[in-house]
């Protein structure tokens, strides 16, 4: 990281990227670009970029690991060798296993396993530029992922963290606010159901400042979520215009 500077938030209000306390990074979401996988997405969430690939349902692989009832989920999180300022080792860290596991049970509650028993889904994720709030990006992709593999699900899981700068309770912390702030709330939510699907809190907040935040990071993935409905829209809309030319 580079020094540590010395306000996260100007006499204006203004963080160090410009952005107002309750204003998310700039977003930038694709479905479908990946023509090997059976469901793929792309998100830049800030500078962070990252791509998501979903297979299955599929026979599983090792065979012992299918469960008799429903289907396993499995979940990939890794950070390219090149996404981070430093070389990072391509072997997966302790982090990389922990955050694997922390997306895969942010997505599994709104997948319908029981619908596939005996049977795998796989989704990798590949951070390819990293600036905090990675986890989040990953869920958001790795659902539109699993959705345009068309895995029967019961709502999009859409993530997006608060935090604390300066005393004051922000919507979406870049890097340097991550790591200079005093707490982060990342929080995955499946908003139609209304249903909180993960919730992690590093550093120390108090109840207030921690409602505060819980809700304003809920609001931050409401507005995410418009963006990912239409990033699905936008991949079946092409479709639909290329079979009609093909048609002509
Ligand atoms: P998240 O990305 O979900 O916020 P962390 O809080 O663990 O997860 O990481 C915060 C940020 O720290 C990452 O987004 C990334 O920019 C940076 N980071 C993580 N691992 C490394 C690493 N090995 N080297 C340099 N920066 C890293």
């Given at each position: 990281?580079?020094e540590?500077p010395e306000?996260l938030?100007?006499?204006?209000?203004?963080r160090?990227?410009?952005?107002?306390?309750?204003e998310?990074r700039p977003?930038k979401?694709?479905v479908?670009?990946?023509?090997?996988?059976?469901?793929?997405a792309?998100?830049?969430?800030g500078?962070?970029?990252?791509?998501?690939?979903?297979?299955?349902?599929?026979?599983?692989h090792p065979?012992?690991?299918?469960?008799?009832?429903?289907?396993?989920?499995?979940?990939?999180?890794?950070?390219?060798?090149?996404?981070?300022?430093?070389?990072?080792?391509?072997?997966?860290?302790?982090r990389?296993?922990?955050?694997?596991?922390?997306i895969?049970?942010?997505?599994?509650?709104?997948i319908?396993v029981?619908?596939?028993?005996?049977t795998?889904v796989?989704?990798f994720?590949e951070v390819?530029?990293?600036?905090g709030?990675t986890r989040?990006?990953?869920?958001t992709a790795?659902s539109l992922?699993?959705?345009?593999?068309g895995?029967p699900m019961?709502?999009?899981?859409?993530?997006?963290?608060?935090?604390?700068?300066?005393?004051?309770?922000?919507?979406?912390?870049?890097?340097?606010?991550?790591?200079?702030?005093?707490?982060d709330v990342p929080?995955?939510?499946?908003?139609?159901?209304?249903?909180v699907s993960?919730?992690?809190?590093?550093?120390?907040?108090?109840?207030?400042e921690?409602?505060?935040?819980v809700?304003?990071?809920?609001?931050g993935c409401?507005?995410?979520?418009?963006m990912?409905?239409?990033?699905?829209?936008?991949?079946?809309?092409?479709?639909k215009?290329?079979?009609e030319?093909?048609?002509?």
């Amino acid at each position: 990281m580079s020094e540590k500077p010395e306000k996260l938030i100007n006499k204006k209000g203004l963080r160090l990227d410009g952005r107002k306390t309750d204003e998310l990074r700039p977003l930038k979401i694709e479905v479908g670009i990946l023509s090997n996988a059976d469901g793929s997405a792309y998100i830049e969430h800030g500078k962070n970029k990252i791509l998501a690939a979903a297979f299955g349902p599929r026979e599983m692989h090792p065979k012992h690991l299918s469960l008799p009832d429903r289907m396993r989920l499995r979940c990939r999180y890794h950070m390219a060798s090149f996404s981070v300022p430093e070389r990072k080792s391509p072997a997966p860290s302790r982090r990389e296993v922990e955050l694997s596991k922390v997306i895969r049970e942010a997505l599994e509650p709104s997948i319908f396993v029981e619908y596939y028993p005996r049977t795998g889904v796989d989704v990798f994720i590949e951070v390819l530029q990293a600036d905090g709030g990675t986890r989040c990006a990953s869920i958001t992709a790795a659902s539109l992922a699993l959705a345009d593999a068309g895995i029967p699900m019961r709502d999009l899981v859409v993530a997006c963290a608060a935090g604390k700068i300066e005393d004051k309770v922000v919507l979406d912390l870049f890097d340097t606010e991550d790591k200079v702030g005093s707490a982060d709330v990342p929080l995955a939510l499946m908003p139609n159901l209304n249903m909180v699907s993960l919730l992690q809190m590093d550093g120390i907040l108090t109840t207030e400042e921690f409602e505060e935040a819980v809700n304003l990071a809920i609001e931050g993935c409401r507005k995410i979520y418009e963006m990912q409905k239409e990033a699905l829209k936008t991949k079946y809309m092409l479709i639909k215009e290329q079979e009609e030319v093909e048609e002509e």
